[in-house]
């Protein structure tokens, strides 16, 4: 549907984006992963024709985004990062005025209007000046806007930044509405959502496309065993011995690797090898020894670890920086964005 | 075209939302109001100097047009750029030139509609004595050209920088430079020069045309010159993209 052939975009001598290619297909919801600054909103305005590649091309549907640009942008509902709109409008008035640039009849434009402004519940707020609004309700303007015209493609930039909780859920979910029909590119720095969203993942860093594949095959492809926590109750820490014995039978079963005590009295970290996933020893092992199991978890590496990874300085130039600093403050970025989002869906249960 | 229509609607929209157009009808009426009853005072002495009074009030317009043409576009682009919204305009199936062409068509016509109820003024002459029309038409006529050139420099300037005190300033400075131009005229002593000056003279043109003197050329050069800076316009905007 959509074809990126090895785009670059230089800014004088700063190279934003370098050597980008990738294709999306019909129906196909395409994430766009990477930390701030690593090209993804270069790339989405290049994808959208607002910015001109330096290098590379873009056809929609088969059109040269710059040979026929007008063409092709109709088939493209876009919402920018900054949803910047003419605050002195109506809402309707607004979309009225977006149906007209599309080249709508009035006829068809109010029947355009009033399905947007149904989908986006906007439908309340109709008459209200746009420049009143709350920040989550101009979010669901811009969206109207992108699908007003019925597009193939709808490319979102960072939809669901500066929203509360709350909005965050409305926003999503329209957004997961919305990609059952069309094709859908979504930029965001926030892994759950790409987790929740998306069935392709581009991994961007530093103007590079740095990882490729579903959020599974991802996950999958990330190094690293997976860990598993295990507590048993009822040991003091005064039993040293009986928790050598707990440790060392643990490290006995198969697909252990290592055996850590974790901070308590019968704690204990191991890590497995990959794909391994020995908790039903563990639990024959605790019933056999009439040991009291009390948590049982593993860990399985998620997107975040890949992203963290894919994303961090590599190791020659993290020793470069000053101790410790440079891969702690590499890893608090996609952190961040993430916590938010995961506070976000606390609120939903 | 309907691309063009809507944009052209929603900038002649927006021209009434906000206070700017307000206070700017305001003081337009009120100073060429006051202007015109001072003229039709001083004409009506004895002793005072003939001629269709409409025709002096053209002559005295440009310092007006000047000013109008720097407020009234100021905000047309440089508005879209300072808040982003250039961004969703730009991926809207819509050219450049067809922006142009929309905003700068709702200025014009905002600048049409302030001068609609001066038409009033040639009605109090008309019902207290004879007035030829055919000069009131042509002073109009020249009201019209040299505003939309003014507008279409305007236009460019907005195009230039998102900042529209910056685009008033720099449209000021390019309408007062093209004013006094044509004012070298009287300070020219070759005959190319004073001929290739008095070609550009617009205050001269706008008393030809007040007086009904209707110049081709002088239609030429307003609607070419006109058409230059909007394409200029377009260009800014194509540019801004490469930076």
Redesign the interface.
């Known amino acids: 549907m959509i074809e990126a052939q090895n785009l670059s975009r230089r800014y004088g001598d700063f190279t934003a984006v370098n050597d980008v290619s990738f294709a999306v297909g019909e129906g196909e919801i395409l994430g766009l992963l990477g930390p701030n600054g690593a090209g993804k909103t270069t790339t989405i305005r290049m994808i959208t024709g607002f910015l001109p590649p330096t290098g590379g091309r873009v056809t929609v549907g088969g059109t040269d985004l710059f040979e026929a640009p007008v063409k092709a942008r109709r088939q493209i509902g876009y919402l920018p990062e900054n949803v910047a709109l003419y605050g002195e409008m109506r809402v309707g008035e607004y979309l009225a005025y977006r149906a007209g640039l599309e080249g709508m009849k009035r006829a068809e434009a109010k029947r355009a209007c009033e399905s947007a402004q149904e989908r986006c519940l906007l439908t309340d707020v109709r008459n209200q000046v746009i420049g009143t609004l709350s920040k989550g309700y101009r979010q669901r303007v811009g969206l109207a806007t992108a699908i007003l015209h019925d597009p193939e493609v709808l490319v979102l930039d960072e939809p669901t930044v500066g929203l509360d909780p709350k909005q965050i859920i409305a926003i999503r979910e329209l957004i997961r509405d919305l990609g059952r029909e069309r094709t859908l590119i979504l930029s965001t720095h926030i892994l759950s959502e790409v987790e929740l969203l998306c069935n392709r993942v581009l991994i961007i860093d530093k103007g590079r496309i740095v990882a490729e594949g579903t959020p599974e095959s991802l996950r999958q492809s990330s190094r690293g065993a997976s860990e598993i926590r295990v507590a048993f109750s009822g040991v003091d820490g005064a039993t040293a011995e009986k928790s050598a014995e707990m440790s060392e039978a643990l490290g006995a079963l198969s697909g252990i690797t290592a055996v850590a005590p974790g901070p308590e009295a019968g704690e204990f970290r191991l890590a497995a090898v990959t794909d391994a996933d020995p908790r039903a020893e563990i639990f024959r092992l605790a019933v056999a020894k009439g040991w009291t199991l009390v948590e049982l978890a593993q860990s399985k590496a998620s997107l975040e670890d890949v992203f963290v990874r894919l994303t961090t300085n590599r190791p020659a130039e993290a020793a470069a920086i000053e101790e410790g600093a440079g891969p702690a403050t590499d890893a608090d970025t996609p952190d961040q964005p993430d916590e938010a989002a995961d506070s976000a869906e606390e609120v939903v249960s | 075209m309907?691309?063009v229509?809507?944009?052209y609607?929603?900038e002649l929209?927006?021209y009434f939302?906000?206070p700017l157009a307000y206070v700017v009808a305001f003081f337009f009426l009120a100073i060429n109001g006051l202007l015109f009853g001072l003229m039709i005072t001083q004409l009506a002495q004895p002793g005072a100097p003939s001629g269709p009074p409409m025709g002096y009030f053209f002559g005295s317009t440009w310092l007006i047009l000047i000013v109008l043409g720097t407020i009234l576009p100021m905000r047309l682009l440089s508005e879209e750029l300072r808040?982003?919204?250039?961004?969703?305009?730009?991926?809207?199936?819509?050219?450049e030139g067809q922006v142009v062409a929309g905003k700068y068509l709702a200025a014009l016509s905002f600048f049409a509609l302030l001068w609609l109820p001066t038409l009033g003024y040639a009605g109090i002459l008309a019902h207290y004595g004879e007035v030829q029309w055919g000069p009131i038409a042509a002073g109009y006529l020249s009201v019209l050209l040299v505003g939309a050139l003014f507008l279409a420099v305007g236009t460019f300037a907005s195009a230039m920088t998102r900042s529209q005190l910056i685009a008033a300033v720099v449209t000021f400075a390019i309408l007062i430079v093209l004013f006094l131009v044509g004012l070298l005229e009287q300070l020219a002593t070759g005959e190319i020069w004073k001929n290739a000056f008095g070609y550009l003279d617009i205050s001269a043109a706008m008393d030809e045309l007040g007086k009904g003197v209707v110049d081709t050329r002088r239609l030429v050069f307003y609607v070419s010159l006109s058409w230059f800076f909007l394409f200029l316009t377009g260009r800014a905007l194509e540019d801004r993209?490469?930076?």
């Open positions: 309907r691309a229509l809507a944009t609607l929603r929209r927006a939302l906000s808040s982003g919204s250039i961004e969703v305009l730009m991926t809207a199936p819509i050219t993209k490469w930076r």
